[in-house]
């Protein structure tokens, strides 16, 4: 099950004399992402490396540092923690000594680790979007049983006959979902995808 921060998280490392600020944090869109990279990034530091991953999107810069040394290694501490939804920003003011290719692959891949080993992490639960309409008098019932089922109710729409309702539910209750408005409605309303 993936993770997400629950808010931003910085964490600062020294190797071999090189400065290196950690700054993480929660997205939902690559927008939010470009905008966190672009907020944090400081114009003054020698690199300002990052990798995003939203789902199956990602994205990840070396900012002038060797192919592959930096950005590649940060996205993989972001999935190696098993995190989603996630944009880390490493940037390195250098201190005079040269790491090579495998120093940075470390540096990098080892301080974005370290952060988010550190940070408050949340489990992200897929829900499934569902979508039904039902009579007045059953709206109720099933609105205690969605409550029950932990579904969240994303839209309602009242019209003449009753309710036309938009939620979200774990794959894992939807069977229940059905079986109980089958119930309630005696196998009138059946739930849409």
């Known amino acids: 099950m993936p993770y997400t921060l629950t808010n931003p998280v910085e964490l600062t490392e020294e ?3 090189s400065r290196f600020i950690v700054n993480a944090a929660p997205v939902t869109t690559a927008d939010q992402a470009s905008q966190f990279i672009e907020q944090v ?8 490396c990052w990798a995003w991953k939203i789902g199956q999107h990602y994205r990840f810069n070396d900012d ?16 190696g923690q ?12 250098f201190g005079g000594i040269k790491l090579g290719t495998g ?9 974005a680790s370290h952060c988010l080993q550190q940070a408050q992490l949340i489990e992200l639960i897929t829900r499934i979007p569902l979508q039904f309409h039902c009579y007045y ?4 019932i099933i609105e ?19 309710v036309e309702v938009s939620l979200a539910i774990t794959q ?10 089958s119930d309630i409605t005696r196998g009138r309303v059946v739930i849409e995808k």
């Open 15 to 17: 190797i071999k004399k």
């Open 41 to 48: 990034s400081d114009i003054n530091a020698t690199h300002n």
């Open 64 to 79: 002038g540092e060797p192919t592959s040394t930096a950005g590649r290694p940060i996205l993989s501490a972001i999935e």
């Open 82 to 93: 098993d995190c989603d939804q996630v944009v880390v920003v490493v940037t390195r003011y």
């Open 103 to 111: 120093g940075l692959i470390r540096a990098y891949g080892g301080s």
């Open 137 to 140: 008098n059953e709206w109720p």
């Open 144 to 162: 205690n049983r969605l409550k029950e089922l932990d579904a969240i109710i994303e839209h309602q729409d009242f019209d003449a006959e009753g």
């Open 172 to 181: 894992d209750k939807i069977a229940t979902l059905q079986k109980n408005i």
